[in-house]
Nanobody, 124 residues
């Protein structure tokens, strides 16, 4: 069983920054890619960013490129999402997830374990 716990969400003004953390435990975490998704009220859950295990290869949705940075600390079994220049449209519940493989894919079907989410609210 893999357990994921997100933290670091909160309320921030437009242009501000937040750093989300996802602490993972379980036997499948050590070599799996990790991803971040988000879901705004009344909308579908969308891909945000993902990172591989071995080489730190990253991929982002075009909506956050240049503003968000995903990273991971394998020794601590933790993945991070540094969010800068936040916009009101970034407001959502953010979820971290464990991929079924080391490949940092963009599709939710590629992920098997999910955290409970952390709320990010950006005011204008």
């Amino acid at each position: 069983q893999v357990q994921l716990v997100e933290s670091g969400g909160g309320l921030v003004q437009a242009g501000g920054s937040l750093r989300l953390s996802c602490a993972a435990s379980g036997r499948t975490f050590s070599t799996n890619a990790m991803g971040w998704f988000r879901q705004a009220p009344g909308k579908e859950r969308d891909f945000v960013a993902a990172i591989s295990y071995t080489y730190g290869i990253t991929t982002y949705t075009e909506f956050v490129k240049g503003r968000f940075t995903i990273s991971r600390d394998n020794a601590k079994n933790t993945v991070y999402l540094q969010m800068n220049s936040l916009k009101p449209e970034d407001t959502a519940i953010y979820y971290c997830a464990t991929n079924k493989s080391p490949i940092p894919g963009r599709l939710s079907d590629e992920y098997d374990y999910w955290g409970q989410g952390t709320q990010v609210t950006v005011s204008s």
